[in-house]
């Protein structure tokens, strides 16, 4: 019999909690990092989403859509 994969997908959007996101998933990190995002080690990240994170540092809406891709499919690859 063959097994299938019972793990539910991460929902993860652009109202994600940075603070939440980078502790349950480390690997997103280095991907705010890439998109200028200091967001880890902030004392902001409790309250700040990932959409708010990103527009006070000047990401696009395509940028944001963008960057939340990455994070999605780095998720995917580590588990």
Do not use: W
Not at 2 to 17: A, S
Not at 44 to 68: C, Q, R, V, Y
Request: charged share 30%; hydrophobic share 40%; with cysteine.
């Amino acid at each position: 019999m063959e097994q299938t994969n019972t793990t539910p997908k991460p929902n993860i959007t652009k109202d994600t909690n940075i603070a939440e996101l980078v502790f349950r998933y480390p690997v997103a990190e280095e991907i705010l990092l890439d998109y200028g995002l200091h967001c880890a080690g902030c004392i902001a990240n409790g309250f700040d989403t990932l959409e708010s994170g990103a527009k006070i540092h000047g990401l696009t809406d395509d940028e944001i859509a963008e960057m939340l891709e990455r994070i999605l499919e780095a998720i995917e690859f580590e588990e």
